[in-house]
C-alpha cells in the first residue's frame, strides 16, 4: 500500500523559512513528486516536482525561493522553502507519481504572516 505524508508546515513570518517534508512509503520503482498549494478559496495549483531522473521544476512565483531536495534511501522529498511571502500560504500537497497511478498526501498547512 502507498502511503504520502507530508510534515513540517506551520505558522512564520515574511521573509522566513520553512522545509516541508514529503515521506513515501510502499513504491519501490522509480517515481517523481510534485508539490502542489491550495490558497484559501482557490483551486490546487502546480508549485514545484521532481522527476523519477532528479529534474525539477518550479512555478515562477517561487523560483530562486524554493528548493527540492530528494533522499532516496530515505523515500523523502522535501520543499526548501525561502523568504517566504504571504501569498505563500496555502495547504501544501504532496502527489507521488509513478506512471499514469497518482498518490496524495492530507496536505499541510503552511501560513505566512506577520
Known amino acids: 500500500q502507498v502511503q504520502v505524508k507530508e510534515s513540517g508546515g506551520g505558522l512564520v513570518q515574511p521573509g522566513e523559512s520553512l522545509r516541508l517534508s514529503c515521506e513515501v512509503s510502499?513504491?519501490?520503482?522509480?517515481?517523481?513528486v510534485v508539490w502542489h498549494r491550495q490558497a484559501p478559496g482557490q483551486q490546487r495549483d502546480w508549485v514545484a516536482s521532481?522527476?523519477?531522473?532528479?529534474?525539477?521544476k518550479f512555478v515562477d512565483s517561487v523560483k530562486g525561493r524554493f528548493t527540492i531536495f530528494r533522499d532516496i534511501a530515505k523515500n523523502t522529498v522535501d520543499l526548501q522553502m525561502n523568504s517566504l511571502k504571504p501569498e505563500d500560504t496555502g495547504v501544501y500537497y504532496c502527489?507521488?507519481?509513478?506512471?499514469?497511478?497518482?498518490?496524495w498526501g492530507q496536505g499541510i498547512q503552511v501560513t505566512v504572516s506577520s
Open positions: 502527489e507521488a507519481v509513478r506512471g499514469t497511478q497518482a498518490y
Open positions: 510502499g513504491i519501490t520503482s522509480s517515481y517523481g
Open positions: 521532481v522527476g523519477g531522473t532528479g529534474a525539477r
